[in-house]
């Protein structure tokens, strides 16, 4: 027969003695109760056997034919759920946009910066605005950093 008997290793055997002592105390109850008893729930038949009648498959019909309506009516919602969800978010978005020319700050990154440090340094000179909400800066030198930085992490510089 080919039969092989392989052993694992139990990965919590501090819940061992939790298991056993509830299965006891169901073992117990068993035997005071009889067994005899059996749930109650066995005799009853279920919803859907007690609500079903032979007028289902024409029902079923009328729901298929319905169910490319429902689909739009979930879309429309779903579509009107997210318009909500944009609102509210877009309601706390703190809109940035910068001109050429505008003096900002920009952030330290968190790797360059110690506890004690400023978060903010600069000032920095926008010299280019790209459409995704970028900005090429340069620093009061006159040099252009090497990469454009996100409208959310400069803000505007009052002298």
């Not at 056997?49 to 429309?76: G, M, Q």
């Not at 990154?109 to 926008?126: A, I, M, T």
């Not at 990469?147 to 505007?156: G, V």
Request: glycine residues 6%; aromatic residues 8%; proline residues 4%.
């Amino acid at each position: 027969m080919k039969i092989q008997q392989v052993f694992t290793s139990v990965a919590y055997p501090q819940s061992n003695g939790q298991v056993e002592v509830t299965n006891r105390t169901l073992v117990q109850g068993l035997k005071v109760a009889g067994s005899e008893v059996l749930p109650a729930e066995i005799g009853l038949e279920s919803a859907r056997v007690v609500l079903y009648d032979e007028d289902n498959d024409a029902r079923r019909a009328i729901d298929l034919a319905l169910l490319e309506e429902k689909r739009d009516s979930a879309s429309i919602h779903m579509e009107a759920y997210k318009n909500r969800i944009a609102q509210s978010y877009n309601r706390r978005v703190i809109q940035r946009s910068f001109q050429v020319g505008d003096l900002v700050l920009r952030k330290v990154q968190e790797e360059q910066r110690g506890k004690l440090d400023p978060k903010w340094e600069g000032p920095f000179k926008v010299i280019e605005r790209l459409s995704c909400g970028a900005y090429y800066l340069e620093n009061t030198q006159g040099n252009a950093l090497k990469r454009p930085w996100n409208a959310y992490h400069i803000r505007k510089y009052y002298p």
